[in-house]
């Protein structure tokens, strides 16, 4: 299918918006845009972090998703207690893949489920009690942990639990950090809220009360740390590897494959580099008020962007870093070519539709361009407009951008751009592979990866090919082909 143009992106827009009552039509106009690149600011064409419409099936995670599944739960040595009913620790275990080095149960835990499993008696009485209670049964069964965080359930939040007395009593018993996180999956509108709450309890309760304390290892200038990077499948490992390649040493990782020791270590080092911007903005600025350390953002996806920001990075340090960065561009040239060479072929025009979290609606449309495809469509689960004014500069004009997009907009919107791929999450994932399109779930690499660096560029392309040609695509009926076909034979019996 041809590239659509401004006026038909908007008629799409119109169509699919016709079947709400007044009222919510209005409401999701605001949410479904046309690409404009000439915009500097997406709030004239985008409306986003609204709460979703009462009825209307989203995509979206809670508060508590947000720091218990993102920020707290990948930190590696730290136990992470789910307080509350069970299912919402059991839901988010392991679910993401955040890869981590250690024996799980001796010394990391973090695909292991820790929960106060509230019943009936602990909603009517409250639950602070067997909270101080698992505390101490932690510190028996697990003596190598190294803290404890508290994440809190809808239920908590509902029967004002003092988390945070029961947290200060339990960090006097155990000399350890024990950090109260008032994430309530009621909170906010989606899981971004809880995002920035475990941003502030690790400012309050982590770098606050090491404030003063004596470092364990010799500063250098060129000491950095990786922000908002989850090691999915391993992608912090491929990016922590370039970063060493150039020069730079990094202190820390937030929090894939992360420690409690290397967040505290953190207001020591020279710069800050944030790969997941949204999850992980608000703990970078405030770094950069109180301890003056710089942050910018990076994208390690596909070679064009990965030189972009090794020069970008190196640009804050000297000319020993910048050579530094040429070298590993120079290095790893004749692999990413030889991959470019290899897929690009084979998926040179190929249209793909994005619908994720986080960076990925916007980071990852670099890397399909450097194998010679088009992203047509994009937009965020629980993106902000500061999100969204990155992205207009990464999309073609009169490209469907969709904040919060329900589950019946998505199905339209593919009917009509008819996209040869679409990357999205598991819960779109067998929607659309049903519908005869090629899909990759882009929330956990559909149990591949990394995607990071050279080394994943070469993972993503291969990915990407396996998906698309993929000869099973060839036994099933596409719906919109099923309906030309069935036109056409209508037409020749007439």
């Known amino acids: 299918m041809a590239a659509m143009t401004r006026e038909e992106t908007e008629a799409l827009i119109q169509e699919v918006l016709e079947v709400y009552p007044e009222q919510a039509k209005k409401d999701r106009a605001k949410h479904l845009a046309v690409n404009d690149q000439s915009l500097e600011k997406s709030n004239k064409c985008i409306t986003s972090n609204r709460k979703s419409l009462p009825g209307v099936m989203t995509i979206r995670g809670c508060a508590y998703a947000g720091s218990k599944g993102v920020v707290w739960g990948p930190i590696k040595d730290m136990i992470h207690i789910s307080h509350g009913p ?11 893949r955040n890869y981590y080095v250690g024996t799980t149960g001796v010394n990391t835990f973090g ?18 009690k067997k909270l101080a209670k698992i505390m101490n049964e932690i510190e ?59 941003n502030d309890a690790i400012r309050d309760w982590v770098l606050d009360n090491n404030e003063g304390k004596e470092t364990a290892y010799e500063i250098s200038p060129y000491d950095v740390a990786v922000i908002g990077d989850y090691n999915i499948g391993g992608d912090a490992w ?41 999850s992980m903005n608000y703990i970078a600025r405030h770094m950069e008020e109180k301890y003056s350390i710089p942050w910018i953002e990076y994208n390690f996806f596909g070679p064009t962007k990965i030189a972009e920001s090794l020069r970008k990075i190196a640009a804050f340090f000297d000319e020993t870093i910048q050579a530094g960065a040429e070298k590993v561009i120079a290095k790893y040239q004749a692999e990413y070519d030889a991959v470019i060479a290899k897929y690009k072929p084979r998926l040179t025009g190929k249209r793909v539709m994005l619908y994720v979290g986080g960076l990925r609606p916007r980071h ?68 659309f592979q049903k519908m005869g399109i ?9 149990y ?47």
């Open 86 to 96: 069970v299912g919402c620790g059991q839901y988010s275990r392991a679910g993401r």
């Open 111 to 128: 695909t292991m489920n820790f929960t106060s499993d509230f019943t009936e008696k602990d909603i009517v009485f409250g639950g602070d």
């Open 140 to 198: 028996e069964l697990f003596p190598l942990n190294k803290g404890i965080s508290i994440q809190s359930e809808c239920p908590i939040g509902l029967i004002g639990d003092d988390i945070e007395a029961v947290a200060k009593k339990a960090n006097k018993e155990i000399g350890k950090p024990v950090v109260p996180v008032r994430c309530e999956g009621f909170r906010g509108v989606s899981q971004s809220l809880g995002h920035h709450i475990a």
């Open 238 to 278: 491929a990016s922590r590897t370039l970063l060493e390649e150039m020069g730079l040493r990094v202190v820390a990782q937030w929090s894939g494959d992360g420690t409690i020791a290397e967040m505290e270590n953190t207001p020591r080092v020279k710069l800050n580099l944030i790969h997941c911007y949204r």
């Open 364 to 431: 990852v449309i670099g890397a399909y361009e450097d194998l010679g495809m088009e992203v047509v469509g994009t937009g965020y689960e629980f993106g902000h407009n500061d999100d969204y004014d990155r992205t207009i500069k990464e999309m073609g004009n009169a490209t469907l951008l969709y904040d919060d997009v329900t589950g019946y907009e998505f199905e339209e919107f593919v009917k009509k751009v008819q996209p040869d791929l679409i990357g999205s999450g598991i819960k779109e994932k067998y929607i």
């Open 438 to 446: 090629p899909f990759r779930q882009m929330h956990s690499w559909d």
């Open 448 to 494: 591949s990866g990394p995607y990071h660096g050279y080394d994943g560029f070469a993972i993503f392309a291969r990915d990407m090919d396996m998906t698309l040609n993929n000869p099973c695509w060839k036994q099933v009926k596409v719906p919109w082909k099923t309906a030309e076909s069935d036109a056409v034979a209508v037409a020749a019996s007439a």
